[in-house]
């Protein structure tokens, strides 16, 4: 079952944490989250290919982003980034990630594979993010880039994260 805002609220004044908090992001059965200013980008200058066998040392590198700068994502361009809150996971509970729909009908894509969070998570949430567009798409550090919604178990995880 997903929670709903009130049960989000419940929940939050109980074990579920996101911080900073802010409550005007609570939706109706989600929290939007923003964008952090860390990311970290393919070095594509420095590798001819990613071996799945032997994955190469510097690989990627990283990128701050100032705080009135943007980060330029390029068509068909990934890069990894992270929301500004943490979030604790009960464990009772899985957490999904899902892009804004209005990033993506612009072709922004926030996760790949890992838009789940697993019971007893803590820490920051990793975006894995693409641009799906022919143009480049302009990122700033705070805006809103996701929303986390919150399923609860029929129990507690026997092995949480």
Known sequence: MVLSDRD???????DLRISPFDDSCVQPSSVDLHLG???????SHNQSLIDTKKLAKGLMKKIIV????????????????????????????VAHLEGKSSLGRIGLV????????????????TLEISNLANLPIALYRGMKICQISFNQMTSPAQFPY
């Open 66 to 93: 100032g705080k009135n700068e943007s980060l330029i994502i390029h068509p068909r361009e990934f890069v990894l980034g992270t929301t500004i809150e943490s979030v604790k996971i009960p464990t009772d509970m």
């Open 37 to 43: 200013n860390d990311f970290l980008v393919f070095d």
């Open 8 to 14: 989000i609220r419940t929940r939050l004044k109980k």
């Open 110 to 125: 926030i996760h790949s594979t890992a838009g789940s969070v697993d019971p007893g998570f803590e820490g920051q949430l």
